[in-house]
Nanobody, 115 residues
Framework: QVQLAESGGGLVQPGGSLRLSCAAS????????MGWYRQAPGKLREFIAR???????NYADSMKGRFTISRDNAKNTVYLQMNNLKPEDTAIYYC?????????WGQGTQVTVSS
């Protein structure tokens, strides 16, 4: 059974930082591309970043410079470092696993940026 467990969300002030984690089980993590997405209230889910099994990364243009995706294959975990957070970053953040011919989503973690 595939499980993706996001953690690290919470309430942060504007300008602050958070690091989200997504621990994967039930998949061959090393061979999976992994991604982060977010969904704000009333909006569609949007792409943030992706990291391939080989460690190559790509980002949504609007996320470049503030968000960094990384992975630790020894821990079956993908991370999203978020800096200089803004109120418009408030959303539920989701982890996505992309093994061959499948897609899996986590349950999400809430990030709220507010003073």
């Amino acid at each position: 059974q595939v499980q993706l467990a996001e953690s690290g969300g919470g309430l942060v002030q504007p300008g602050g930082s958070l690091r989200l984690s997504c621990a994967a089980s039930g998949i061959n993590f090393e061979t999976c591309d992994m991604g982060w997405y977010r969904q704000a209230p009333g909006k569609l889910r949007e792409f943030i970043a992706r990291i391939t099994s080989g460690g190559s990364t790509n980002y949504a243009d609007s996320m470049k410079g503030r968000f960094t995706i990384s992975r630790d294959n020894a821990k079956n975990t993908v991370y999203l470092q978020m800096n200089n957070l803004k109120p418009e970053d408030t959303a539920i953040y989701y982890c996505k696993a992309i093994p061959l011919n499948a897609v899996y989503w986590g349950q999400g973690t809430q990030v709220t940026v507010s003073s």
